[in-house]
């Protein structure tokens, strides 16, 4: 039960500078009195301000502020819910909204929009139209219970009963059950796609194998053709090693004694050669010279005939030797000539050889890479391609299961929605609470002196029995009537409120009720109603007509306007 205790406003509407402060909880009833404009409406603005935001009438946000001051409008309320303490602090120019509990500011760092909804759904728990219909009747700007639309006469009872949880739970149902839906159709999505993944993945498979196959077999044929050219290789290769082996040890000895017997003919005719000059030099001196050039003695000629005769026999004797051994040394030459060439032609075949032994290597390193090819490469990407497969089909398998379970948690959160529905649970609850309203009501009407027999159904649509019976409306009524069943309406509503203790409220305030259309005897049996609500209600009945209520209340606040300003008298 909200417990309200102390109302304190300035420079709001038409009050000054000083605060102007209401002790709700020091008498049960107070009636406010004062001249039209005087102020007496303003402590109702002042409490719908500070809890909502807006005023109980009509009014701008910018005209709530003193037009002459034009600044520092507060607005201050005090109010126990439970054990708690609350005030609620909210101003204009500057702009202020603070909530304090038991001391202490609430944290104010989310926004003001949230900040009011803590306000409204953590603390007061109701809403500014069922704060209207519980706490206040009034009739500036109010509009009555029966004057709302079904929609919003709901909203109404629904806070009454403490129902609008459902209201939240069923919001809060939908986001999930979008969100489920949402992720079905994304599921769904996934699992068409992982299908034709897994179609593209088989063909795929289907492909490689037979592209395998065919390359298998190509290149089990390319290593056959290798093979034969690696055979016609060796077999070459066992002639020319055959032809080398016989051939290259007998040559290379040949070549050795010919290089010998060339060196000693070189030396043999270097030999002559010397011999030669030798022999031409002796006979060049007795052609030349007759007397001995050492002891001056005369050579005979006889002498020099002998000598000279003796170089020309030996001259001829070392020229025969020489042309043999010219002879013998172009036979040497020519030898080595041809030794060579059969040497070059052994080198030759070596050469061929070792270029057959090269081939023969890469013919079988090609082979070799082909049986790996066949045996490894070609395996391993079927092999890849298959246990891409089998992820494929994991993963849809998986995605499946979520699609199954998803589907199962929608199915259980559509009934759960169901119930969640106005015509689910809260219909059966509402159905509950339907004859004690009714009843209530009824009782009510009665005390008014309105004898009629008044029933809402679950729609909260009325029908009205007056008379012989006959069903009305309640447009069909006079205000007075009309006044009478918002009245018994307001009082109902205070007490289903205090039946759940959901909006219940120590608080109540009646806005110039007495002086509209309720007539004598509509203003006594109000009054009798009034005197048995109890102690634990305060009550604030505004009129311009004191004279009429005078003396019937405990206490009695006068509002008046001095300088432009208003007071308390």
């Not at 979008?178 to 993945?201: A, E, P, R, V």
């Not at 040497?332 to 081939?359: F, G, P, Y």
């Not at 029995?465 to 018994?488: M, N, T, V």
């Not at 110039?512 to 309720?518: K, M, P, Q, R, V």
Request: proline content about 1%; charged content about 30%; some cysteine.
């Amino acid at each position: 039960m909200i417990i309200f205790q102390k109302i304190r406003y300035k420079n709001f509407l038409s009050t000054g500078n000083n605060f102007t402060e209401i002790d709700i909880l020091r008498h049960k009833s107070t009636l406010i009195v004062g001249q039209n404009g005087a102020g007496k409406s303003t402590m109702l603005d002042a409490i719908s301000f500070a809890l909502f935001g807006s005023a109980h009438r009509n009014i701008n946000k910018p005209q709530l502020v003193n037009s002459i001051n034009n600044k520092q409008c507060v607005v201050e309320v005090e109010f126990k819910v439970g054990a708690a303490q609350f005030k609620v602090v909210r101003g204009i120019k500057p702009g202020i909204f603070e909530i304090w509990k038991n001391g202490e500011m609430i944290n104010q760092s989310s926004h003001a929009k949230e900040y009011q909804r803590i306000l409204e759904q953590n603390i007061l728990k109701l809403n500014h139209k069922s704060f209207h219909q519980v706490v206040v009747l009034g009739s500036s700007n109010f509009i009555p219970f029966m004057q709302l639309n079904p929609h919003n006469r709901r909203l109404v009872i629904e806070d009454l009963l403490d129902i609008g949880v459902f209201s939240k739970m069923n919001q809060i149902l939908k986001e999930e059950t979008n969100t489920i839906k949402d992720n079905l159709k994304d599921l769904s999505y996934k699992i068409d796609l992982s299908k034709n993944k897994m179609d593209t993945q088989k063909k795929y498979i289907n492909d490689v194998k037979k592209i395998t196959d065919e390359a298998i077999t190509y290149k089990e044929t390319q290593i056959s053709t290798k093979r034969k050219e690696i055979e016609d290789l060796e077999s070459d290769n066992a002639k020319l090693s055959s032809s080398i082996e016989k051939n290259q040890s007998g040559i290379e000895d040949e070549l050795k004694k010919l290089h010998d017997r060339k060196q000693s003919l070189l030396q043999y005719s270097a030999q002559f050669r010397q011999q030669m000059a030798t022999v031409a030099k002796d006979a060049k001196f007795y052609e030349d010279n007759e007397t001995c050039p050492t002891c001056a003695q005369d050579i005979g000629s006889e002498l020099r005939n002998e000598k000279m005769e003796q170089a020309k026999s030996k001259a001829k004797e070392l020229q025969s030797a020489m042309g043999k051994l010219t002879d013998e040394s172009t036979q040497v030459e020519s030898s080595i000539s041809n030794t060579n060439d059969a040497l070059t032609k052994i080198r030759d075949k070596q050469s061929v050889l070792h270029s057959n032994i090269q081939q023969i290597n890469r013919l079988q390193s090609e082979i070799g890479n082909l049986r790996e090819d066949i045996a490894g490469s070609a395996v391993a990407d079927l092999k890849e391609a298959e246990q891409e497969l089998e992820n494929i089909k994991s993963t849809l398998s998986d995605m499946t299961d979520s699609k199954m379970r998803l589907n199962e948690t929608y199915s259980y959160k559509s009934a759960i929605a169901e119930m969640l529905k106005d015509t689910g649970i809260k219909t059966k609850i509402i159905k509950q609470y339907l004859p004690v309203m009714n009843k209530l009501i009824n009782q009510y009407l009665q005390v008014l002196d309105f004898y009629v027999h008044f029933n809402l159904d679950e729609e909260f649509n009325e029908s009205i029995l007056s008379r012989h019976r006959d069903a009305f409306g309640y447009d069909s009524f006079s205000e007075g009537e009309k006044q009478r069943i918002d009245l018994s309406l307001l009082f109902t509503w205070r007490q289903i409120a205090k039946m759940k203790n959901s909006v219940a409220t120590n608080l109540l305030m009646l806005d110039e009720t007495f002086d509209s259309s309720l007539d004598h005897e509509g203003v006594d049996n109000l009054l009798k109603i009034l005197y048995t609500l109890g102690d634990d209600t305060n009550i604030f009945i505004i009129s311009h007509k004191g004279d009429i209520l005078d003396g019937k209340f405990e206490n009695k606040i006068e509002f008046i306007k001095e300088k432009n300003f208003s007071k308390i008298k």
